[in-house]
């Protein structure tokens, strides 16, 4: 059952002119497992690109950032990418941030025995559209871990907005670990975005599974097709559900008519040139300290200091 906020955003969004879904609403337990499907994917470059630049870079990332900070991991899902930059960055606190907490609350269980020295907090919550860290959270030297290049999720102007709010909650000797996806080749993000075992379809097509749960919606699944395609004009890949066939939906409060051939846009995924991601981090108050990438240069991971 969806909060009165999300039932509102679900409500506004499927009865658009141009219907659309928050792609927030992908991430339930079973979106966030074929999220986790998704990353294993031969097509899906970006986790083993970036996971392949930590390995490579890992102890000078952790000089440039420093050691023993509080760690907060934004989208932590199965804390993994965390975990594995604890030897080399030991911070003092870790905060994993997540919107579906049952798959994180797990995770940090396993994760407690491995690093009994690291204090852990659990924190489930929809950092997208405000940000205000309990006071659980300690407040000197924040390092905010934000991999996985989600900052392309939002529009440019909200990460705009999204990384001045993370700015305002850096303190001064805080700074920003952030992984971004790198512009590139249609037909390498094309296929990232539509494999072959056609997960990120399924992944794409669960949202509906998880609307239909939120507000009582009655979207029959098979009724619809994923898009994942690149559109270079506006320099980000589009996903969008098309209806197969003509149909009516309802959900709880309202009701819509698809006629096939009707698309439900569900998420955007910018890519950025390196220098465009980091203007867009000094406009909002961060100064670039070091940028690491890969040979092909396909993906970067950048630290910034507040
Ligand atoms: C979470 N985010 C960075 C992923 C991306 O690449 O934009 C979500 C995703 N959507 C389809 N595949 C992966």
Same mark, same amino acid.
């Given at each position: 059952m969806a909060n009165a906020h999300d039932a509102q955003e679900l409500h506004a969004g499927l009865g658009a002119a141009e219907p659309c879904i928050s792609p927030k609403f992908l991430y339930d337990a079973l979106g966030s497992k074929l999220f986790e499907a998704i990353c294993e994917l031969p097509e899906y470059y970006p986790t083993r690109?970036?996971?392949?630049?930590?390995?490579?870079?890992?102890?000078?990332?952790?000089?440039?950032?420093?050691?023993?900070?509080?760690?907060?991991?934004?989208?932590a899902g199965?804390? +993994?990418? +965390?975990?594995?930059?604890? &030897?080399?960055? #030991? &911070?003092? #606190?870790?905060? +994993?941030?997540?919107?579906?907490?049952?798959?994180?609350? *797990?995770a940090l269980a396993r994760l407690r025995q491995r690093f009994p020295q690291i204090a852990m907090e659990a924190l489930g919550m929809d950092f997208s559209n405000r940000f205000e860290l309990p006071e659980l959270v300690r407040a000197e030297r924040r390092l905010f871990f934000y991999p996985g290049s989600s900052l392309g999720n939002f529009t440019p102007e909200q990460a705009h907005e999204f990384l001045m709010r993370l700015r305002a909650q850096c303190g001064s000797d805080g700074g920003i670990l952030i992984g971004i996806d790198l512009a590139k080749d249609k037909a390498?993000?094309?296929?990232?975005?539509?494999?072959?075992?056609?997960?990120? =379809? +399924? /992944?794409?097509?669960?949202?509906?599974?998880?609307?239909?749960?939120?507000? *009582? =919606?009655?979207? *029959?699944?098979?009724?619809?097709?994923?898009?994942?395609?690149y559109n270079a004009a506006r320099g980000r890949i589009e996903m969008h559900l098309e209806a197969r066939t003509a149909q009516d939906v309802h959900w709880r409060g309202g009701a819509r008519r698809f006629e096939a051939g009707d698309c439900i846009h569900t998420e955007?995924?910018?890519?950025?040139?390196? =220098?465009?991601?980091?203007?867009?981090?000094?406009?909002?108050?961060?100064?670039?300290?070091?940028?690491?990438?890969? &040979?092909?240069?396909? /993906?970067?991971?950048?630290? =910034?200091?507040a």
């Open positions: 690109t970036e996971a392949a630049i930590f390995e490579r870079h890992g102890a000078e990332i952790a000089r440039v950032a420093g050691t023993g900070a509080t760690m907060i991991d934004l989208g199965n804390c +993994a990418k +965390a975990a594995k930059l604890f &030897p080399l960055l #030991q &911070p003092t #606190q870790y905060v +994993a941030v997540d919107i579906s907490s049952e798959f994180t609350h *797990d390498t993000l094309d296929a990232a975005y539509d494999d072959a075992l056609g997960v990120t =379809a +399924a /992944f794409n097509l669960n949202i509906l599974r998880h609307v239909n749960q939120l507000v *009582d =919606a009655d979207f *029959d699944i098979r009724q619809w097709r994923h898009h994942g395609f955007n995924s910018y890519k950025y040139q390196q =220098a465009d991601a980091i203007k867009l981090l000094e406009r909002s108050g961060f100064e670039a300290t070091r940028v690491w990438t890969d &040979p092909q240069r396909w /993906f970067a991971v950048i630290h =910034a200091q």
